[in-house]
Protein backbone atom coordinates (compact mmCIF):
# COMPACT_ATOMS: atom_id res chain seq x y z
CA UNK A 1 0.00 0.00 0.00
CA UNK A 2 1.94 3.14 -1.46
CA UNK A 3 1.53 6.11 1.19
CA UNK A 4 1.56 9.90 0.41
CA UNK A 5 4.34 9.85 2.30
CA UNK A 6 6.67 8.01 0.46
CA UNK A 7 7.45 11.21 -1.61
CA UNK A 8 8.52 13.06 1.04
CA UNK A 9 10.76 10.27 2.04
CA UNK A 10 12.50 10.04 -1.60
CA UNK A 11 12.48 13.72 -1.25
CA UNK A 12 14.75 13.94 2.07
CA UNK A 13 17.01 10.57 0.90
CA UNK A 14 18.15 12.78 -1.86
CA UNK A 15 18.73 16.00 0.04
CA UNK A 16 22.08 17.73 0.33
CA UNK A 17 22.16 18.38 3.74
CA UNK A 18 19.89 15.57 4.98
CA UNK A 19 18.75 15.37 9.23
CA UNK A 20 17.96 12.02 10.72
CA UNK A 21 14.20 12.02 10.37
CA UNK A 22 11.95 11.26 12.96
CA UNK A 23 8.53 9.56 12.01
CA UNK A 24 5.61 10.33 14.44
CA UNK A 25 2.33 9.21 15.06
CA UNK A 26 -0.12 6.78 16.52
CA UNK A 27 0.23 3.60 16.86
CA UNK A 28 -1.48 1.34 14.08
CA UNK A 29 -1.01 4.35 11.32
CA UNK A 30 1.50 2.27 9.39
CA UNK A 31 5.12 4.07 10.14
CA UNK A 32 7.01 0.59 10.83
CA UNK A 33 5.69 0.17 7.40
CA UNK A 34 6.24 3.22 5.13
CA UNK A 35 9.67 2.99 6.55
CA UNK A 36 10.49 -0.34 5.57
CA UNK A 37 8.24 0.29 2.23
CA UNK A 38 10.86 2.99 1.31
CA UNK A 39 14.25 1.20 2.38
CA UNK A 40 12.94 -1.49 0.07
CA UNK A 41 12.52 1.03 -3.10
CA UNK A 42 15.38 3.05 -2.09
CA UNK A 43 18.43 1.39 -0.48
CA UNK A 44 20.65 -1.65 -1.80
CA UNK A 45 21.11 -1.95 2.54
CA UNK A 46 18.57 -1.79 5.05
CA UNK A 47 18.67 -2.43 8.78
CA UNK A 48 15.58 -2.26 10.96
CA UNK A 49 16.40 -2.19 14.69
CA UNK A 50 13.75 -3.02 17.12
CA UNK A 51 14.90 -0.79 20.45
CA UNK A 52 12.14 -2.50 22.11
CA UNK A 53 13.42 -6.27 21.78
CA UNK A 54 16.63 -5.19 21.53
CA UNK A 55 17.05 -2.35 23.99
CA UNK A 56 19.63 -3.87 26.49
CA UNK A 57 21.71 -4.33 23.26
CA UNK A 58 21.49 -0.60 22.26
CA UNK A 59 22.10 1.07 25.96
CA UNK A 60 24.98 -0.77 25.64
CA UNK A 61 26.09 0.78 22.58
CA UNK A 62 24.28 3.83 23.03
CA UNK A 63 27.10 6.47 24.18
CA UNK A 64 29.67 5.27 22.02
CA UNK A 65 30.88 7.40 19.26
CA UNK A 66 28.57 6.68 15.58
CA UNK A 67 31.40 5.41 14.31
CA UNK A 68 32.15 2.61 16.79
CA UNK A 69 28.27 2.46 16.87
CA UNK A 70 28.35 1.59 13.31
CA UNK A 71 30.32 -0.82 13.78
CA UNK A 72 29.19 -2.63 16.76
CA UNK A 73 25.76 -2.52 14.80
CA UNK A 74 27.53 -4.14 11.87
CA UNK A 75 29.09 -7.37 14.24
CA UNK A 76 25.58 -7.63 16.09
CA UNK A 77 23.02 -7.93 13.35
CA UNK A 78 26.06 -9.37 10.63
CA UNK A 79 25.05 -6.54 8.15
CA UNK A 80 27.68 -4.09 6.14
CA UNK A 81 26.44 -0.80 6.81
CA UNK A 82 28.28 1.65 3.91
CA UNK A 83 27.06 5.28 4.46
CA UNK A 84 25.21 6.78 1.06
CA UNK A 85 24.10 3.31 0.31
CA UNK A 86 22.31 2.26 4.00
CA UNK A 87 19.48 3.00 5.46
CA UNK A 88 19.46 2.41 9.46
CA UNK A 89 15.82 2.21 11.02
CA UNK A 90 15.58 2.61 15.07
CA UNK A 91 11.91 1.12 15.20
CA UNK A 92 10.06 2.03 18.81
CA UNK A 93 12.79 4.29 19.49
CA UNK A 94 10.86 5.10 23.22
CA UNK A 95 12.25 1.94 24.57
CA UNK A 96 15.75 3.73 24.54
CA UNK A 97 14.44 7.22 24.68
CA UNK A 98 18.67 8.12 24.97
CA UNK A 99 19.38 6.89 21.44
CA UNK A 100 16.87 9.78 20.25
CA UNK A 101 19.52 12.42 21.92
CA UNK A 102 22.35 10.27 20.28
CA UNK A 103 20.73 10.78 16.66
CA UNK A 104 22.51 14.23 16.06
CA UNK A 105 25.66 12.76 16.33
CA UNK A 106 25.01 10.66 13.51
CA UNK A 107 24.19 13.88 11.41
CA UNK A 108 27.42 15.60 12.74
CA UNK A 109 29.85 13.17 12.16
CA UNK A 110 28.31 10.56 9.60
CA UNK A 111 26.12 13.05 7.54
CA UNK A 112 25.79 10.77 4.32
CA UNK A 113 24.50 7.85 6.31
CA UNK A 114 20.64 7.37 6.30
CA UNK A 115 18.85 7.20 9.29
CA UNK A 116 15.10 7.06 10.68
CA UNK A 117 13.43 6.29 13.84
CA UNK A 118 9.63 5.69 15.13
CA UNK A 119 7.88 5.45 17.94
CA UNK A 120 4.36 4.83 18.76
CA UNK A 121 4.12 6.66 22.54
CA UNK A 122 7.12 8.63 21.11
CA UNK A 123 5.51 12.11 22.23
CA UNK A 124 5.71 11.14 25.89
CA UNK A 125 9.28 10.73 25.58
CA UNK A 126 8.94 14.02 23.82
CA UNK A 127 7.24 15.97 26.95
CA UNK A 128 8.98 14.24 30.28
CA UNK A 129 12.75 13.78 29.12
CA UNK A 130 15.81 13.72 30.95
CA UNK A 131 18.34 14.06 28.20
CA UNK A 132 19.09 17.41 26.38
CA UNK A 133 16.74 17.34 22.86
CA UNK A 134 19.00 17.51 19.34
CA UNK A 135 17.17 20.50 18.63
CA UNK A 136 18.25 21.66 14.90
CA UNK A 137 20.09 18.63 14.46
CA UNK A 138 17.07 16.03 13.68
CA UNK A 139 13.11 16.28 11.19
CA UNK A 140 10.11 15.23 12.08
CA UNK A 141 7.22 13.41 9.64
CA UNK A 142 3.97 13.13 10.99
CA UNK A 143 1.79 10.62 9.73
CA UNK A 144 -1.78 9.93 10.40
CA UNK A 145 -4.74 7.29 9.12
CA UNK A 146 -4.78 6.29 5.12
CA UNK A 147 -6.31 9.31 2.83
CA UNK A 148 -9.36 8.79 0.99
CA UNK A 149 -7.16 8.97 -2.19
CA UNK A 150 -4.22 6.12 -0.46
CA UNK A 151 -7.60 3.93 -0.05
CA UNK A 152 -7.95 4.11 -3.97
CA UNK A 153 -4.71 3.09 -4.92
CA UNK A 154 -4.76 0.15 -2.24
CA UNK A 155 -7.86 -1.41 -3.02
CA UNK A 156 -7.24 -1.43 -7.04
CA UNK A 157 -9.15 2.14 -7.81
CA UNK A 158 -6.44 3.57 -9.17
CA UNK A 159 -7.69 4.82 -12.20
CA UNK A 160 -10.10 6.98 -9.92
CA UNK A 161 -7.55 8.43 -7.42
CA UNK A 162 -6.20 9.42 -10.84
CA UNK A 163 -9.25 10.96 -11.87
CA UNK A 164 -9.50 13.23 -9.19
CA UNK A 165 -5.99 13.72 -9.44
CA UNK A 166 -6.26 15.45 -12.61
CA UNK A 167 -9.91 17.26 -12.19
CA UNK A 168 -9.61 20.64 -11.89
CA UNK A 169 -11.55 23.09 -10.59
CA UNK A 170 -14.50 24.54 -12.34
CA UNK A 171 -14.71 21.16 -14.20
CA UNK A 172 -17.45 18.74 -14.62
CA UNK A 173 -18.47 15.77 -13.21
CA UNK A 174 -19.97 13.49 -15.02
CA UNK A 175 -23.08 11.47 -13.51
CA UNK A 176 -21.51 8.33 -13.46
CA UNK A 177 -18.32 9.36 -11.96
CA UNK A 178 -20.05 10.94 -9.04
CA UNK A 179 -22.42 8.11 -8.16
CA UNK A 180 -19.36 5.57 -8.18
CA UNK A 181 -17.26 7.90 -6.05
CA UNK A 182 -19.79 8.99 -3.75
CA UNK A 183 -20.23 4.71 -3.11
CA UNK A 184 -16.38 4.20 -2.79
CA UNK A 185 -16.44 7.29 -0.16
CA UNK A 186 -19.03 5.60 1.55
CA UNK A 187 -16.61 2.35 1.98
CA UNK A 188 -14.29 4.19 3.42
CA UNK A 189 -16.16 6.35 5.27
CA UNK A 190 -17.70 2.97 7.00
CA UNK A 191 -14.18 1.36 7.02
CA UNK A 192 -11.66 4.43 7.58
CA UNK A 193 -8.11 4.72 7.30
CA UNK A 194 -6.29 2.55 9.14
CA UNK A 195 -3.86 0.36 7.18
CA UNK A 196 -4.55 -3.06 8.37
CA UNK A 197 -8.25 -2.62 8.23
CA UNK A 198 -7.47 -1.16 4.82
CA UNK A 199 -5.17 -4.00 3.30
CA UNK A 200 -7.81 -6.44 4.84
CA UNK A 201 -10.41 -4.93 2.54
CA UNK A 202 -8.52 -5.00 -0.20
CA UNK A 203 -7.81 -8.28 0.45
CA UNK A 204 -10.31 -10.05 1.30
CA UNK A 205 -13.53 -7.02 0.08
CA UNK A 206 -14.93 -8.08 3.46
CA UNK A 207 -16.21 -5.34 5.80
CA UNK A 208 -17.18 -7.84 8.43
CA UNK A 209 -12.97 -8.56 8.79
CA UNK A 210 -12.09 -5.24 8.66
CA UNK A 211 -14.71 -4.55 11.74
CA UNK A 212 -13.03 -7.19 13.30
CA UNK A 213 -9.16 -5.95 12.68
CA UNK A 214 -10.92 -1.56 13.95
CA UNK A 215 -12.08 -3.39 17.02
CA UNK A 216 -8.15 -5.30 17.89
CA UNK A 217 -6.79 -1.86 17.11
CA UNK A 218 -9.32 -0.26 19.60
CA UNK A 219 -8.54 -2.99 21.84
CA UNK A 220 -4.55 -2.77 21.43
CA UNK A 221 -5.20 1.27 21.99
CA UNK A 222 -7.13 0.67 25.37
CA UNK A 223 -4.54 -1.72 26.39
CA UNK A 224 -1.48 0.80 26.00
CA UNK A 225 -3.35 3.29 28.62
CA UNK A 226 -1.07 1.38 31.26
CA UNK A 227 1.70 2.47 29.87
CA UNK A 228 1.34 6.24 29.70
CA UNK A 229 1.23 7.51 33.33
CA UNK A 230 1.03 6.13 36.87
CA UNK A 231 -0.38 9.33 37.72
CA UNK A 232 -3.33 8.79 36.35
CA UNK A 233 -6.49 6.38 36.79
CA UNK A 234 -6.73 3.81 34.49
CA UNK A 235 -10.72 3.24 34.82
CA UNK A 236 -10.74 6.98 34.48
CA UNK A 237 -8.57 7.08 31.58
CA UNK A 238 -11.12 4.33 29.72
CA UNK A 239 -14.15 6.28 31.20
CA UNK A 240 -13.26 9.43 29.33
CA UNK A 241 -11.67 7.13 25.93
CA UNK A 242 -14.88 5.80 25.87
CA UNK A 243 -16.86 8.48 25.68
CA UNK A 244 -14.77 10.85 23.13
CA UNK A 245 -17.01 9.35 19.86
CA UNK A 246 -20.11 10.65 21.12
CA UNK A 247 -18.26 14.25 21.60
CA UNK A 248 -16.60 14.46 17.90
CA UNK A 249 -17.93 17.74 16.31
CA UNK A 250 -19.18 19.31 19.41
CA UNK A 251 -17.19 22.15 21.55
CA UNK A 252 -16.07 20.54 24.28
CA UNK A 253 -17.86 20.52 28.01
CA UNK A 254 -16.11 18.78 30.66
CA UNK A 255 -19.42 18.09 32.45
CA UNK A 256 -20.34 15.82 28.76
CA UNK A 257 -17.74 13.61 29.64
CA UNK A 258 -18.87 12.80 32.84
CA UNK A 259 -20.14 13.93 35.77
CA UNK A 260 -18.04 12.06 38.52
CA UNK A 261 -14.68 13.36 37.85
CA UNK A 262 -13.47 16.55 37.95
CA UNK A 263 -12.32 18.92 34.95
CA UNK A 264 -8.62 18.82 36.32
CA UNK A 265 -8.62 15.25 36.11
CA UNK A 266 -10.44 14.78 32.89
CA UNK A 267 -8.11 17.77 31.25
CA UNK A 268 -5.18 15.29 32.89
CA UNK A 269 -6.86 12.05 30.59
CA UNK A 270 -7.53 14.23 27.37
CA UNK A 271 -3.96 15.61 27.31
CA UNK A 272 -2.45 12.11 27.58
CA UNK A 273 -5.23 10.69 24.58
CA UNK A 274 -3.40 13.63 22.39
CA UNK A 275 0.05 12.46 23.57
CA UNK A 276 -0.60 9.02 22.41
CA UNK A 277 -2.43 10.72 19.20
CA UNK A 278 -5.88 9.26 19.53
CA UNK A 279 -7.68 12.59 19.85
CA UNK A 280 -6.58 16.02 18.59
CA UNK A 281 -8.36 19.39 19.70
CA UNK A 282 -9.43 21.47 17.47
CA UNK A 283 -9.34 24.78 18.50
CA UNK A 284 -11.18 28.14 18.54
CA UNK A 285 -9.96 31.22 16.51
CA UNK A 286 -10.99 34.47 16.28
CA UNK A 287 -9.22 34.47 12.54
CA UNK A 288 -8.33 37.90 12.89
CA UNK A 289 -5.03 37.38 11.20
CA UNK A 290 -2.72 34.98 9.97
CA UNK A 291 -0.82 32.71 11.19
CA UNK A 292 -4.93 31.14 12.35
CA UNK A 293 -3.12 29.59 15.44
CA UNK A 294 -1.77 32.82 16.90
CA UNK A 295 -5.60 34.17 18.14
CA UNK A 296 -6.57 30.77 19.12
CA UNK A 297 -8.14 29.96 22.68
CA UNK A 298 -6.82 27.07 24.70
CA UNK A 299 -9.76 26.35 26.43
CA UNK A 300 -12.31 26.45 23.55
CA UNK A 301 -11.99 23.38 21.30
CA UNK A 302 -14.00 20.47 19.53
CA UNK A 303 -12.08 16.91 19.69
CA UNK A 304 -11.22 14.84 16.31
CA UNK A 305 -10.79 11.14 17.13
CA UNK A 306 -8.07 9.48 15.29
CA UNK A 307 -9.48 8.23 12.94
CA UNK A 308 -13.30 8.01 11.23
CA UNK A 309 -13.75 4.44 11.16
CA UNK A 310 -12.57 3.79 14.78
CA UNK A 311 -14.90 6.31 15.84
CA UNK A 312 -17.98 4.47 14.08
CA UNK A 313 -16.40 1.18 15.75
CA UNK A 314 -15.56 2.88 19.00
CA UNK A 315 -19.55 4.28 19.44
CA UNK A 316 -21.19 0.49 18.67
CA UNK A 317 -21.83 1.21 14.73
CA UNK A 318 -20.42 -1.98 12.88
CA UNK A 319 -20.45 -2.17 9.20
CA UNK A 320 -23.18 -4.08 9.07
CA UNK A 321 -25.63 -1.50 10.88
CA UNK A 322 -24.07 1.02 8.99
CA UNK A 323 -25.53 -0.80 6.08
CA UNK A 324 -28.65 -0.66 7.05
CA UNK A 325 -28.78 3.03 6.91
CA UNK A 326 -29.52 4.71 3.80
CA UNK A 327 -27.87 7.64 3.75
CA UNK A 328 -24.50 6.93 6.16
CA UNK A 329 -23.61 10.69 5.29
CA UNK A 330 -26.27 11.57 8.09
CA UNK A 331 -24.77 9.04 10.75
CA UNK A 332 -24.39 10.57 13.94
CA UNK A 333 -26.05 13.48 13.10
CA UNK A 334 -23.64 13.90 10.29
CA UNK A 335 -20.37 14.12 13.13
CA UNK A 336 -18.87 11.18 11.49
CA UNK A 337 -18.90 13.21 7.88
CA UNK A 338 -17.21 15.87 9.70
CA UNK A 339 -14.35 13.96 11.57
CA UNK A 340 -13.32 12.42 8.54
CA UNK A 341 -13.33 15.69 6.69
CA UNK A 342 -11.23 17.06 9.65
CA UNK A 343 -8.75 14.31 9.75
CA UNK A 344 -8.11 14.97 5.81
CA UNK A 345 -7.35 18.62 6.93
CA UNK A 346 -5.55 18.23 9.70
CA UNK A 347 -3.07 15.95 7.71
CA UNK A 348 -3.28 18.44 4.98
CA UNK A 349 -0.41 20.46 6.19
CA UNK A 350 3.49 19.63 4.64
CA UNK A 351 4.43 16.54 6.54
CA UNK A 352 7.40 17.68 8.65
CA UNK A 353 4.46 20.50 10.03
CA UNK A 354 2.92 19.74 13.13
CA UNK A 355 -0.99 18.79 12.31
CA UNK A 356 -3.46 21.53 13.46
CA UNK A 357 -6.80 22.55 13.06
CA UNK A 358 -9.07 25.62 13.73
CA UNK A 359 -12.58 26.36 13.68
CA UNK A 360 -14.53 29.84 14.25
CA UNK A 361 -17.55 30.81 16.24
CA UNK A 362 -18.71 34.04 17.44
CA UNK A 363 -20.36 33.96 20.60
CA UNK A 364 -22.91 37.36 20.32
CA UNK A 365 -26.53 36.23 21.85
CA UNK A 366 -28.09 37.64 19.32
CA UNK A 367 -26.27 35.91 16.44
CA UNK A 368 -24.17 33.09 17.25
CA UNK A 369 -22.62 31.70 14.57
CA UNK A 370 -19.74 28.44 14.22
CA UNK A 371 -17.88 27.61 11.21
CA UNK A 372 -16.49 23.75 11.14
CA UNK A 373 -12.93 24.52 10.02
CA UNK A 374 -11.05 27.32 8.84
CA UNK A 375 -7.89 27.01 6.75
CA UNK A 376 -5.15 28.86 4.98
CA UNK A 377 -5.01 28.69 1.42
CA UNK A 378 -3.23 31.40 -1.19
CA UNK A 379 -2.61 34.07 1.95
CA UNK A 380 -6.18 33.80 2.82
CA UNK A 381 -8.41 32.64 6.10
CA UNK A 382 -10.83 30.13 4.20
CA UNK A 383 -13.97 28.65 6.27
CA UNK A 384 -14.97 25.16 5.79
CA UNK A 385 -18.33 23.95 6.37
CA UNK A 386 -19.57 20.49 6.52
CA UNK A 387 -23.11 19.31 5.41
CA UNK A 388 -23.98 15.37 5.49
CA UNK A 389 -26.14 16.00 2.79
CA UNK A 390 -26.62 17.72 -0.84
CA UNK A 391 -28.29 20.77 0.52
CA UNK A 392 -27.83 22.88 4.74
CA UNK A 393 -28.45 26.49 5.29
CA UNK A 394 -25.08 28.51 5.65
CA UNK A 395 -25.91 31.26 7.48
CA UNK A 396 -22.78 30.99 9.45
CA UNK A 397 -20.26 30.90 6.56
CA UNK A 398 -21.86 33.85 5.41
CA UNK A 399 -21.43 35.76 9.32
CA UNK A 400 -17.53 34.74 8.50
CA UNK A 401 -17.61 36.33 4.79
CA UNK A 402 -19.13 39.26 6.28
CA UNK A 403 -17.31 40.19 9.32
CA UNK A 404 -13.79 38.43 7.65
CA UNK A 405 -14.32 40.37 4.49
CA UNK A 406 -12.95 37.40 3.08
CA UNK A 407 -12.97 36.33 -0.76
CA UNK A 408 -13.41 32.25 -1.34
CA UNK A 409 -15.70 30.16 1.42
CA UNK A 410 -15.44 26.26 1.02
CA UNK A 411 -18.03 24.18 1.37
CA UNK A 412 -18.04 20.05 1.43
CA UNK A 413 -21.35 18.31 0.66
CA UNK A 414 -22.43 15.01 -1.14
CA UNK A 415 -23.71 16.95 -4.55
CA UNK A 416 -21.56 17.64 -7.67
CA UNK A 417 -18.60 20.24 -7.42
CA UNK A 418 -18.92 23.87 -8.34
CA UNK A 419 -17.99 27.15 -8.16
CA UNK A 420 -20.53 30.25 -7.74
CA UNK A 421 -19.93 33.88 -7.44
CA UNK A 422 -22.31 34.46 -4.89
CA UNK A 423 -24.28 37.46 -3.49
CA UNK A 424 -26.29 37.03 0.02
CA UNK A 425 -27.80 39.22 2.09
CA UNK A 426 -28.12 39.12 6.08
CA UNK A 427 -30.35 39.60 7.80
CA UNK A 428 -29.47 43.29 8.91
CA UNK A 429 -29.50 44.14 5.64
CA UNK A 430 -26.05 43.90 4.08
CA UNK A 431 -25.22 42.20 1.09
CA UNK A 432 -22.01 40.04 0.89
CA UNK A 433 -20.62 38.91 -1.86
CA UNK A 434 -17.67 35.99 -1.75
CA UNK A 435 -16.95 32.79 -4.49
CA UNK A 436 -17.97 29.46 -3.08
CA UNK A 437 -16.31 26.56 -3.73
CA UNK A 438 -18.68 23.06 -3.11
CA UNK A 439 -16.89 20.15 -3.15
CA UNK A 440 -18.26 16.42 -2.92
CA UNK A 441 -16.64 14.89 0.36
CA UNK A 442 -14.37 12.46 -1.92
CA UNK A 443 -12.70 15.43 -3.61
CA UNK A 444 -11.41 15.83 -0.13
CA UNK A 445 -7.84 15.02 -0.80
CA UNK A 446 -7.51 17.92 -3.51
CA UNK A 447 -9.09 20.53 -1.45
CA UNK A 448 -6.14 22.43 -1.22
CA UNK A 449 -5.29 22.81 -4.23
CA UNK A 450 -9.12 23.17 -5.84
CA UNK A 451 -9.13 26.28 -3.28
CA UNK A 452 -5.97 27.83 -4.36
CA UNK A 453 -7.17 27.23 -8.22
CA UNK A 454 -10.95 28.63 -7.30
CA UNK A 455 -8.56 32.16 -5.58
CA UNK A 456 -7.17 32.50 -8.68
CA UNK A 457 -10.00 32.17 -10.76
Given at each position: MKRNALAYLVEWKNREKRKPLVVRGARQVGKSYLVEDFAKREFSIQLTVNADRDREFLRRIVQEPPARMLQLLELEYDRRLIPGETLIFFDEIQAVPELLARLRYFYEEIPALHVI?????????????????PVGR??????????????????????????????????????????????????????????????TYARTHSLLEADRIKESILSTLRDDFTKYSRSVNHERLLRVFGRLPALVGQRFKFVNVSREDSAREIGRCLHLLELARLVYKVRQSSCSGL?????????????????CG???????????ALEREPDLMLVNAGAAVEQVVGQHLLYARPPWEEPELFYWAREKPTSAAEVDYVITCGGQIVPVEVKAGKTGRLRSLWQFVAE?????ALRFNADKPSLLDDTDTMHDGAKISYRLLSLPLYLIDHAHRLADEAARR
Amino acid sequence: MKRNALAYLVEWKNREKRKPLVVRGARQVGKSYLVEDFAKREFSIQLTVNADRDREFLRRIVQEPPARMLQLLELEYDRRLIPGETLIFFDEIQAVPELLARLRYFYEEIPALHVIAAGSLLDFVLEDHSFSMPVGRIEYLHLGPMTFGEFLDATGNERWSGFLLAFGCGGAMPDTAHHTLLRLFRTFLTLGGMPEAVETYARTHSLLEADRIKESILSTLRDDFTKYSRSVNHERLLRVFGRLPALVGQRFKFVNVSREDSAREIGRCLHLLELARLVYKVRQSSCSGLPVGAAAKENAFKLLFLDCGLLLRAGGLGAAALEREPDLMLVNAGAAVEQVVGQHLLYARPPWEEPELFYWAREKPTSAAEVDYVITCGGQIVPVEVKAGKTGRLRSLWQFVAEKKTRLALRFNADKPSLLDDTDTMHDGAKISYRLLSLPLYLIDHAHRLADEAARR
